[in-house]
Each structure stands twice: as structure tokens, then as C-alpha cells.
């Protein structure tokens, strides 16, 4: 198991590539207008979840953007997938 040093010096700067994206993404979203799309609700849930300690934000993040029904559709909306449920903000 690597140290907390290791993972950093292994990982850091493609991380903070990946969060100056995230930002940049939600500056042009915002800039256009679109912040209240459900799949930008289920984003803006999911980064608050960064705050989160525990070791389990992975999973926790993963939920914003499910489906939490049980029962099975007939037939699936649309032509592909949307990255989010839009029936609400993930279980």
C-alpha cells in the first residue's frame, strides 16, 4: 500500500488537471445559461459530496447520478444515455 506522499506525488497533478475542467465546464455552463438541468443538479450534488470524509465518496457520488427504481421500464426514453436520472437527484 503506497503512503499518503505516494499517492500524492503519483496523482496530484492529474487530479488538479481533472477539478481545473470541472470548473471550467461549470463556468461555461453557467455562462449559457444552463444550471437548472437535472443532470446539473445531480453534478452540483455530487461535488459537494467532496467534502465528505470517509473513504466511500466514490459510491456516494455514483448514487447522485442513479436511477434508484426497482422496477423495470417497458421501454427506455430516448435514443442513449443521459449520464443522470432525470426523476430526481440519485437515491
Known amino acids: 500500500m503506497n ?3 505516494e499517492v500524492l506525488d ?13 470548473a471550467a465546464f461549470l463556468d461555461r455552463v453557467e455562462r449559457a445559461g ?4 437535472f443532470r446539473m443538479q445531480a453534478l452540483k450534488k455530487a461535488l459537494a459530496l467532496l467534502h465528505e ?6 459510491e456516494a457520488i455514483l448514487q447522485c447520478f442513479s436511477d434508484p427504481t426497482r422496477e ?9 444515455a ?3 436520472w432525470p426523476g430526481g437527484t440519485g437515491a
Open 34 to 37: 444552463g444550471t437548472g438541468d
Open 72 to 80: 423495470p421500464v417497458d421501454k427506455a426514453p430516448g435514443k442513449g
Open 53 to 58: 470524509e470517509g473513504g466511500s465518496r466514490a
Open 3 to 5: 503512503s499518503a506522499e
Open 10 to 22: 503519483l496523482y496530484f497533478l492529474e487530479t488538479r488537471h481533472k477539478l481545473l475542467d470541472v
Open 82 to 84: 443521459a449520464g443522470a
